[in-house]
């Protein structure tokens, strides 16, 4: 007998036996969401890509880590195809939620060229998790089992976090050629775009990812994000990490104009592995706390602020526009 594929089916079981036995794993999320409307605006912070054991960072630090950095909730993304050194499962950010219910929006992500992915996603569903993330693993854009996963994500109204990367080794390549494709296709799963080729976009001139992966210097305007998030509201920027913080901070003048052209669509995010927020264990970066600093330089508007720390990711999540 196959033993993966058996214990893959005992794991369905026990998650429809949870959703039978009426585990309410919501009702808390949505009590606390409650006492947070009471918090004065702009202090709410969510950050829409956080992982756990990044550099080996145990749950108790990714909570450090969040108070030190003002975070009050993250979408906290699995990787179980261990990429980007990070081999993080999806029953760990489970538990992790049952132990931190108020702080960790859990979110599942499981390796899709196995053949019961589908089975796998729908009872992460059942077990609470409320979207995949972080899609990334060797397999072009236009995949058919990239498309499956994106599908169903439209059928269960969830969010998903794309790592987008054109190099030779990357990670769901071709972005220009098919990402409008399922932004069209599938309007309600809002897709969540990050890392280096997203970014990248943000110029109408991108040089080849063979030449870098991280372009500076002036931005050419007419790029291709700028025309998928005016055409599409169902697409999200993820700022998160080098890839975000180094294309924003390229040419801020456009930066501001670019926050200004999509208010609604920008998603304040980390990626941060530090355990203290002051760049512990990370070469003395925080990668949440040089993003809040210059966000709160280039949006002087303070609602316009909370929606980007705060109201976008919730929209995103929730899938009410
Ligand atoms: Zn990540
Ligand atoms: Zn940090």
Redesign the pocket.
């Known amino acids: 007998m196959n033993t993966a594929r058996h214990s893959r089916r005992l794991f369905v079981q026990a998650a429809t036996a949870a959703l039978v036995s009426g585990s309410a794993l919501r009702r808390p999320f949505e009590a606390q969401a409650a006492d947070e409307k009471q918090l004065p605006t702009p202090n709410r912070l969510l950050d829409c ?3 756990i054991n ?1 550099f080996d960072r145990s749950v108790e630090d990714t909570i450090r880590h969040m108070d030190q950095t003002g975070t009050t909730k993250a979408f906290v ?1 699995p ?1 179980e195809t261990g990429e ?1 050194n ?1 081999l993080l499962r999806s029953e760990t950010v489970l538990h992790a939620f049952h132990l931190y219910k108020d702080r960790i929006i859990p979110f599942c992500q499981t390796d899709i060229r196995q053949p019961d992915v589908l089975d796998r996603i729908r009872a992460y569903h059942l077990l609470g998790c409320r979207g995949i993330g ?1 899609q ?1 693993e060797h397999l072009r854009l236009d995949d058919k089992r990239v498309e499956a996963v994106i599908a169903l994500c439209d059928e269960l109204n969830w969010p998903i ?1 794309i ?1 987008f990367q054109d190099s030779a080794n990357g990670y769901n390549q071709g972005m220009a050629e098919h990402l409008e494709t399922y932004l069209k296709r599938y309007r309600r799963v809002r897709i969540i775009g ?2 280096q080729t997203f970014w990248a976009n943000i110029s109408a001139e991108v040089p080849s990812p063979d030449r870098t992966l991280y372009p500076t210097g002036p931005v050419r305007p007419g790029g291709l994000l700028d025309k998928l998030l005016s055409d599409y509201p169902n697409l999200y920027a993820d700022m ?2 080098g890839s975000g913080y180094r294309a924003l901070t390229r040419d801020e003048d456009f930066t501001a104009g670019f926050f200004d052209r999509h208010p609604g669509q920008i998603l304040f995010g980390s ?1 941060c592995p530090c355990r203290d927020g002051a760049g512990e264990n990370f070469k003395g970066v925080c990668y949440s706390t040089q993003l809040q600093r210059l966000l709160r330089k280039l949006i002087p508007d303070e609602s316009r602020l909370d929606d980007a720390f705060h109201n976008n990711a919730m929209r995103a999540l929730d899938g009410v526009a």
């Open positions: 890509h956080l992982h990044h993304l990787l980007g990070v972080e990334k976090t790592h990050h890392a998160s990490a990626d």
